[in-house]
């Protein structure tokens, strides 16, 4: 097998097999970073006068065709090479001889791999955002589309208290605020440049880390050497733990949507397309998508926990069990798109129910409002409670301010910051644009 560290002495099959793993089908995501890291190093090269400005030219412009045939789909690691690095450095030795051998001076497989990670990451981060972005937009048209309806609030499971549909999607819109913040302080620990770390140790090549790191579009190189290579893992659980929060607030998401959608709720409701029915029972409509989405999430969830089993215990400095985080968090990587989109395809769909409250088991749900009002009116609170718990447990309890079957969410008078009455739909999506500026 073709490999950067060939020195003359070949692996056995089995050793091959064993710890190559996967990394032949998952190097391919990082093939067009492969080139983009390696179109940087040549340039510092020839600014260090590690390669002639001929030299330079020739291997750019081979590296632009490489460039070309991966964006074309035509790119492939053939069978006797290791992984995308081989391929690369391979196809510019057959093509220009000496000169593409000249292309690994001053780096280390361990940087590169890094860079690459880096560079994709960063890609992978940007598109989560615009995707969070997509469904954040959608959740806060459908809070003010639906705010004045009504439908119960929960704690314990029990019938607590008056929400409204424009109150549950505005909370979850803005749970993804929180997300985003997460998701930025993941970009912020990706884009710093390894690039020139080599295994660990730097090299006496007079390198110019700044350049590349210019030419990247990092925001500064990871200045200590060892500092960069212990970003190995690192980086990745930041990012594992930056969809782990997407994740969780999907999961929670998709909870409501199952219990909304049960008949003995009747909530929320999608088209016959987008529920399964059973083999037997012909009145079924099963929430499918969102019990898969809620179990692709907690899958998600379990990404941080395993990154961080996988990289304790050992000392600083490479390790090959770190090539075993692509196996981890590229799958996740995939799933958290999945669930953004359909989270949000499935929204475009949903119609809610504005007659909630006029069935009779939500007489209680205004017990509060009742107690409110009365304080408002002159009784001490303490006495307002006392006069409505009696009430309910005579069975005589009716709530002064409107029949609940015809009530909408501004007949309530909430008026603080974040109630029924004031979602705060702006001042929250300014939140939003500030925390996805990056």
């Not at 067009?32 to 291997?59: F, N, W």
Request: charged share 25%; glycine share 8%; aromatic share 8%.
């Amino acid at each position: 097998m073709a490999t950067l560290w060939n020195k003359g002495t070949s692996a056995t099959e089995a050793v091959d097999r064993f710890t190559v793993g996967n990394d032949r089908v998952l190097d391919l995501r990082l093939a067009r970073y492969d080139v983009q890291g390696s179109r940087a190093h040549i340039r510092m090269l020839a600014k260090i006068g590690l390669l002639t400005e001929d030299e330079l030219r020739l291997l750019d412009a081979a590296l632009a065709r490489i460039a070309d045939s991966i964006e074309a789909g035509a790119f492939r690691l053939e069978d006797d090479v290791e992984d995308i690095h081989s391929q690369v450095e391979l196809l510019l030795t057959r093509e220009l001889g000496e000169v593409g051998k000249k292309i690994h001076s001053g780096r280390s497989r361990n940087d590169q791999v890094l860079v690459d990670l880096k560079l994709f990451l960063r890609d992978e981060l940007r598109t989560l955002r615009d995707e969070t972005l997509a469904l954040f937009r959608t959740l806060q048209a459908l809070s003010e589309k639906h705010k004045e309806v009504l439908l119960p609030g929960y704690t314990h499971a029990q019938v607590a208290m008056p929400s409204s549909f424009g109150l549950w999607f505005g909370a979850y819109a803005e749970a993804l605020v929180d997300d985003m913040y997460q998701l930025g302080g993941a970009y912020r620990i990706v884009n710093r440049n390894p690039l020139g770390s080599a295994a660990g140790y730097g090299n006496s090549f007079p390198l110019d880390r700044q350049m590349t790191t210019d030419l990247l579009g990092f925001d500064s190189p990871v200045y200590n050497s060892v500092a960069a290579q212990m970003q190995r893992g690192r980086t990745e659980r930041a990012v594992a733990s930056a969809i782990g929060g997407i994740a969780l607030t999907l999961n929670k998401f998709a909870a409501d949507c199952c219990m909304y959608m049960c008949p003995n709720f009747g909530f929320i409701h999608f088209p016959d397309e987008l529920t399964t029915g059973s083999s037997i029972m012909p009145h079924k409509k099963n929430p499918d998508v969102w019990e898969i989405l809620r179990g692709k999430c907690n899958r998600i969830l379990s990404c941080e926990n395993e990154i961080s089993l996988l990289c304790s215990n050992m000392p600083h400095g490479y390790h090959r069990d770190y090539q075993l985080l692509k196996d981890i968090l590229f799958p996740a990587l995939e799933l958290m798109h999945e669930c953004l989109q359909m989270t949000d395809y499935m929204l475009a769909h949903i119609e809610v129910n504005e007659a909630i409250l006029a069935d009779p088991r939500y007489a209680y749900l205004f017990t509060v409002e009742e107690v409110n009002r009365r304080t408002l009116a002159g009784t001490p609170f303490r006495e307002a409670y006392r006069q409505v718990g009696v009430e309910v447990n005579e069975g005589r309890f009716r709530y002064a301010g409107g029949d609940p079957a015809t009530l909408r969410a501004s007949d309530l008078g909430h008026t603080h910051l974040g109630s029924l009455g004031n979602l705060c739909n702006d001042q929250i999506a300014a939140l939003m644009d500030a925390a996805s500026a990056w």
